[in-house]
Nanobody, 117 residues
Framework: QVQLVESGGGLVQAGGSLRLSCAAS????????VGWYRQAPGQQRQLVAI???????SYADSVKGRFTISRDNAKNTVYLQMNSLKPEDTAVYYC???????????WGQGTQVTVSS
């Protein structure tokens, strides 16, 4: 059974930092791409950052230069370091991974990030 558990969200002032964690069981992160998504109230879920099985990373334009996605293979955990946070970063953040064999699309429960101005 695949389970993704996010943690690290909270309330922070604009300009502050948070580090989100996504710990996995039942799936090996280093052989699958893992993405962080976010969803603000009334908006669609959007991709924030993704790390491939080979370690390549990609970011939404809105977070480039401020957010960093990384992976700890030993802990089977993916992180999202968020710096210089802005009020518009406020959202529920989810991690996601998709597997080929067997085919699956897995999401965590989400963690709330609130940035006050």
């Amino acid at each position: 059974q695949v389970q993704l558990v996010e943690s690290g969200g909270g309330l922070v002032q604009a300009g502050g930092s948070l580090r989100l964690s996504c710990a996995a069981s039942g799936v090996i992160f280093r052989i699958n791409a893992v993405g962080w998504y976010r969803q603000a109230p009334g908006q669609q879920r959007q991709l924030v950052a993704i790390i491939s099985s080979g370690g390549a990373t990609s970011y939404a334009d809105s977070v480039k230069g401020r957010f960093t996605i990384s992976r700890d293979n030993a802990k089977n955990t993916v992180y999202l370091q968020m710096n210089s946070l802005k009020p518009e970063d406020t959202a529920v953040y989810y991690c996601n991974t998709r597997t080929a064999l067997p085919r699956g699309d897995y999401w965590g429960q989400g963690t709330q990030v609130t940035v006050s101005s």
